[in-house]
């Protein structure tokens, strides 16, 4: 698909946004783009070298966030449960049975394997045996020289906005399938998004704090999605990943979150512009 309008550039270092013959006139940047070049510190980037003001985090945070084994060692450090996992790299595929013995003994299955800097459940998949395995590392290691291949955990889906370090009520994500795949998140109508989570208010608490320790360790500012699982086995929250820059549909999560806590969507969008122009 490409995107029908203008031709638009943002020129570094003058800081100006040209589309089309037009130069737009405008006080700070809301990069609400994900994936490479849009939540990994490359356009972040750009803006510092601009000295352009923009929402979110910066450039080291959401290189960290992004990558999935650097910031499962920080949460490691920092004492925030996260699942075990297994990096795996393009040169271990000439002998993929070292990985395979390596995860039956430290992980066992099932697994499933992420591209190690990709978001949207893209590359990813759900292994059960030796042959998924191989499958699924080919498949991951497609869109990168990196991935992680993670325990599964069986549990609920629980998220926490944080906006300007602070936190709203949890969120659960709802769903039909096996997992929340990209079908899941793009496609299938019968998942569901429910704000306030139904969590215990002891849980509520616990599950802030830990979005909250997560949003610091990794030096987020502005805000992020901190997605975590609610096993089932009795570890409690177990952190997933950090977002740095969530959906901003006014039924994506984080939004949704924060109207659950008492903000309406403007007021969000005022407070994230007004972090930004302040620096924080």
């Given at each position: 698909m490409v995107a029908a309008g203008r031709p638009v550039s943002f020129r570094v270092p003058e800081g100006r946004l040209i589309a089309g013959r037009d130069e737009i006139e405008f006080d700070v940047a809301f990069p609400v783009l994900h994936g490479p070049y849009g939540e990994d510190g490359a356009i972040q980037g750009a803006f510092e070298m601009a000295n352009t003001?923009?929402?979110?985090?910066?450039?080291?945070?959401?290189?960290?966030?992004?990558?999935?084994?650097?910031a499962k060692q920080i949460f490691v450090q920092?004492?925030?449960?996260?699942?075990?996992?297994?990096?795996?790299?393009?040169?271990?595929?000439?002998?993929p049975s070292r990985i395979i013995d390596r995860v039956i003994r430290e992980l066992d299955f099932p697994v499933f394997v992420?591209?190690?800097?990709?978001?949207?459940?893209?590359?990813?998949?759900?292994?059960?045996?030796?042959?998924e395995l191989q499958e699924a590392m080919h498949r991951a290691?497609?869109?990168?020289?990196?991935?992680?291949?993670?325990?599964?955990?069986?549990?609920?889906?629980?998220?926490?906005?944080?906006?300007?370090?602070?936190?709203?009520?949890?969120?659960?994500?709802?769903?039909?399938?096996?997992?929340?795949?990209?079908?899941?998140?793009?496609?299938?109508?019968?998942?569901?998004?429910?704000?306030?989570?139904?969590?215990t208010p002891p849980q509520s608490?616990?599950?802030?704090?830990?979005?909250?320790?997560?949003?610091?360790?990794?030096?987020?500012a502005g805000l992020a999605r901190v997605d975590f699982f609610l096993e089932d086995r009795?570890?409690?929250?177990?952190?997933?990943?950090v977002n740095t820059m969530p959906g901003f549909t006014p039924i994506s999560g984080f939004p949704t979150m924060c109207q659950a806590s008492g903000m309406t969507y403007g007021e969000m969008c005022d407070e994230l512009v007004q972090l930004a122009l302040h620096g924080e």
């Open positions: 003001p923009y929402v979110g985090c910066g450039i080291a945070a959401s290189a960290l966030a992004m990558e999935k084994d650097f920092q004492r925030i449960p996260t699942a075990r996992w297994v990096v795996v790299t393009t040169a271990d595929l000439s002998n992420k591209p190690a800097e990709l978001g949207s459940s893209v590359g990813v998949s759900k292994a059960t045996n030796d042959a290691l497609s869109h990168g020289s990196k991935a992680i291949i993670e325990e599964a955990i069986a549990g609920r889906e629980i998220e926490v906005a944080v906006l300007g370090g602070r936190s709203t009520v949890p969120g659960e994500i709802v769903i039909q399938t096996d997992w929340y795949d990209y079908e899941s998140k793009y496609h299938d109508a019968s998942s569901e998004f429910v704000a306030p989570a139904r969590l608490s616990e599950v802030r704090e830990l979005a909250e320790r997560a949003y610091a360790a990794l030096g987020c009795g570890r409690g929250f177990v952190i997933n990943e």
